[in-house]
Nanobody
Framework: DVQLVESGGGSVQAGESLRLSCTAS????????MAWFRQAPGKEREGIAS????????YYTDSVKGRFFISRDNTDNTLYPQIESLKPEDTAMYYC???????????????WGQGTQVTVS
């Protein structure tokens, strides 16, 4: 079974940057696409970025374009999002997800990590 482990969250000041990571336990079709979602208190979970193993299907939601940069290391099956110029509205639990195909919608993903909290003040 696929397991996803996130790290890199924390509490930062507005304007600072954070680099998160998500490592998948298996190299398989089930991890061809890896993505990041976030859920702020009282809000629905939203897809913010995804990247296919091939380098294609890279997606960024409008609220993070220009501030969120995603890279993927296929040698260790890890996804690295770099979030720059953090804003208080970026405060949320950030989740990693994986499956065969990339999508901005959470229903497309069967595998999820436990989440890592990002708090911006």
């Amino acid at each position: 079974d696929v397991q996803l482990v996130e790290s890199g969250g924390g509490s930062v000041q507005a304007g600072e940057s954070l680099r998160l990571s998500c490592t998948a336990s298996t190299y398989s079709r089930s991890t061809d696409c890896m993505a990041w979602f976030r859920q702020a208190p009282g809000k629905e979970r939203e897809g913010i970025a995804s990247r296919h193993r091939s380098g294609g299907s890279t997606y960024y939601t409008d609220s993070v374009k220009g501030r969120f940069f995603i890279s993927r290391d296929n040698t260790d099956n890890t996804l690295y999002p770099q979030i720059e110029s953090l804003k208080p509205e970026d405060t949320a639990m950030y989740y990693c997800a994986a499956d065969r195909f990339c999508s901005q919608y959470e229903t497309a993903y069967n595998y999820w990590g436990q989440g890592t909290q990002v708090t911006v003040s």
